[in-house]
Nanobody, 123 residues
């Protein structure tokens, strides 16, 4: 069992940066692969980034490659999403999610979710 709480969202101008954090409860955080997803109004939830259990492998959707970086600190039970060069189309509620084994791009395969944090990028 793991509980997730995101933070770090906010309003930023296009070209700016934000760092999202996702704090996890539980002593077995390092057993979980982590994912970042986002959902804009009227759209499906979409995969943004995946981080392996020890952080040595990361995966990104094409539209954020080179701009977003996922990482984790298992000692702090926290996963991060550094977002640079933000664009208005990045505006969404961002969620972190956890699953055992490897990260995947399918939201349905994650069993644990945070409540989300709003990211708004103004043009």
């Amino acid at each position: 069992q793991v509980q997730l709480v995101e933070s770090g969202g906010g309003l930023v101008e296009a070209g700016g940066s934000l760092r999202l954090s996702c704090a996890a409860s539980g002593r077995t955080f390092s057993k979980y692969a982590m994912g970042w997803f986002r959902q804009a109004p009227g759209k499906e939830r979409e995969f943004v980034a995946g981080i392996s259990w020890n952080g040595d492998r990361t995966y990104y959707r094409d539209s954020v490659k080179g701009r977003f970086t996922g990482s984790r600190d298992n000692g702090k039970n926290t996963v991060y999403l550094q977002m640079n060069s933000l664009k208005p189309e990045d505006t969404a509620v961002y969620y972190c999610a956890a699953r055992t084994f490897t990260p995947t791009m399918s939201a349905a395969e994650y069993g644990y979710w945070g409540q989300g944090t709003q990211v708004t990028v103004s043009s």
